[in-house]
Every structure is written in structure tokens, then in C-alpha cells.
């Protein structure tokens, strides 16, 4: 059975500007803003999509929702790829795109029944529903003028869930809002996501924010996919190790397997040891390379991050 609910197929997007425009838009040479790009959603999962400024992800989430035509390629939502079909299927798909369109002379419920207008939508025995699972059903007189702007986005939220849709995509739902508001937004997506078995797909250029979200995360950079990785995959990639420099790489790789006994270390591109083991063991680890002679410029506990990750990715590449 095919999980994939959302597929981008060899996207490629290239804008016809001249020279000056391309040059204020951060756009390289040729116009080219995507190319070639691939990868798919499945049911359930919440997607981080990573990317600086300017790597494609607005362009990429214009395309899914109809706004902006792919130059090559193609967009498969629930297997479906010819126009007619996808005008329909992107109706099972809720946006939060920047800040939300808000009344702000109206309440929440206001601002749900009006937007449900706006889709055609006459039912609106859902809304205390949804407005109680982003806490603001206790907000029925109080005017959206007056509202924190975590409560703004959490409105933005609500209005994305009407219709009952099967996919959210959420460009940056946590930006600008205090702490205690970005758990609370970050714990109402898990819920929803959990409950309801919604896909979503979201831009957060807090990484760590997305990392205590995201149970998987697409990293885009320069108009090319450059990675995909599930939570469990990044947790072992940036688990805790000992981070040891040395100008003997390969004689202390002989010390820690001849002398310590493991192999459980990497050696990194910039000749670092990455260590995975004697975590709670360091002053052995260090007496140890005192006694055969090696010097050691760095012995330190390190933990990598999301934010980490996405770096060596982009410099790699």
C-alpha cells in the first residue's frame, strides 16, 4: 500500500528575469529557484523543511498550493497529478502561510464562521471543536484586535484545520512568540497531528524549535534537496561523544583500539575524532594518551544539534 499522501516529482522552477531582478531576489544566474526536485510525504508524520532564506522553500509551498506553476515537473497530492484533480485535492490541504488573515474587529468563532463562508462550507458544528483544540474556546467575546500574537497564530491554526483536512503546511507557525507560547503551539501540533493522523509539513528557522517537533526533516539548499532524515537517524548522527583534536588522528585511532579496546568512534573530515564511548570515563581517556606520549589540543564533551547538522550539510555540499 502506497503511504505517500504528497509527492513533489522532478520540480524544477526557473523565473524568465533579467539580470537586476534576479540580483534583489537572491535568484542565481540562470533563474533557476528549483531544480530537479524530489521527495514525498506520508500520512502522519510531521515534516521539517529546512532551508536559509532564499534556497526555494516559498517557492516549493506556492507550487503545492496552486499559487505558482512548476516550469518542469510535477506535484502528486493523494496520487492524483492532472490539474482538475489536484484543484480538488488541494482543498484537503490547510495553509499557514506568514501571518494569518484575520477580522480583528471579530472573535475567534467570527473569524472561523466567515472563512468557512469563504470555502463554501455550511456546517459549522466543528468549529468549538477546533477552536478547543488550539485553547481559545474560552475566548468568545473577546475581539481578535485584543489578542497575543501567540493567540494570532493560533487562530491562524484553527482557521487552517477547517474543512478537515489531511495535510497542514505551516510556514513559520512559532515565529516571533514567547516561550511559553511556542510550547504551547508546538504541543497543540503534536496533538493534532496524534489524533488526527494529519500530515504537515513546516518551515521554522529556529531549528530547535523544529527539532521538538518534526518526526522527520527535509533539508533544502540553492534550489536542490540536499537531505532527508527521520528523528531517529538525527539522534544518532548528534548523539553525545567525545570531540578529541590531535596532529596524530591515525595514531590515536591505533590507542583507541589497540589500548581502549573500541572501535566505536569516526574520524572526521577535518581529521576530529568523534567518540562514543568512556563518555563517563574521561580521565582515563586522558591519562591514557598522557601515558603514551600523544598530544591532545581538544578533549570535550559535545551533544550536536539540529542546527549543527543542517550546517555540515550545507557546507558540505
Do not use: W
Request: hydrophobic residues 40%; aromatic residues 6%; proline residues 2%.
Amino acid at each position: 500500500m502506497n503511504n505517500k499522501i504528497l509527492e513533489i516529482c522532478k520540480v524544477t522552477k526557473v523565473y524568465k528575469t533579467n539580470s537586476i531582478i534576479r540580483k534583489i531576489t537572491n535568484k542565481n544566474s540562470n533563474g533557476i529557484v528549483l531544480e530537479n526536485v524530489n521527495f514525498s510525504l506520508e500520512k502522519g508524520k510531521i515534516y521539517g523543511l529546512i532551508g536559509r532564506n532564499g534556497s526555494g522553500k516559498s517557492t516549493l509551498i506556492k507550487i503545492i498550493a496552486g499559487l505558482s506553476n512548476a516550469t518542469q515537473g510535477k506535484i502528486r497530492i493523494f496520487g492524483e497529478d492532472d490539474e482538475e484533480n489536484l484543484r480538488q485535492a488541494r482543498k484537503a490541504i490547510g495553509f499557514l502561510v506568514e501571518e494569518p488573515a484575520l477580522h480583528f474587529g471579530m472573535t475567534a468563532k467570527e473569524n472561523m464562521q466567515l472563512f468557512q463562508k469563504i470555502k463554501g462550507i455550511s456546517d459549522n458544528s466543528s468549529i468549538d471543536e477546533i477552536l478547543k483544540m488550539v485553547n481559545l474556546h474560552d475566548c468568545n467575546k473577546k475581539k481578535v484586535r485584543n489578542f497575543s500574537l501567540g493567540m494570532k497564530q493560533r487562530l491562524g491554526v484553527a482557521l487552517a484545520l477547517i474543512g478537515n483536512p489531511e495535510i497542514l503546511i505551516l510556514d513559520e507557525p512559532m515565529n516571533s512568540i514567547d516561550p511559553y507560547g511556542v510550547v504551547e503551539i508546538r504541543n497543540i501540533l503534536k496533538k493534532i497531528c496524534s489524533e488526527r493522523n494529519i500530515t504537515m509539513l513546516v518551515t521554522e528557522h529556529d531549528l530547535n524549535n523544529l527539532y521538538l517537533l518534526a518526526t522527520d526533516y527535509i533539508i533544502i539548499d540553492k534550489g536542490h534537496i540536499k537531505d532527508e532524515i527521520t528523528l531517529e537517524q538525527l539522534k544518532e548522527k548528534c548523539k553525545q561523544h567525545i570531540l578529541l583534536h590531535t596532529d596524530e588522528p591515525e595514531r590515536m585511532a591505533c590507542i583507541l583500539e589497540d589500548v581502549l579496546k573500541t572501535t566505536n568512534y569516526r574520524v572526521m573530515p577535518d581529521k576530529s575524532i568523534r567518540l562514543y564511548d568512556y563518555i563517563d570515563d574521561v580521565k582515563l581517556l586522558a591519562r591514557t594518551f598522557l601515558d603514551k606520549k600523544i598530544l591532545v589540543t581538544n578533549l570535550s564533551c559535545e551533544c550536536a544539534t539540529l542546527e549543527d547538522y543542517f550546517l555540515s550539510v550545507v557546507r558540505r555540499a
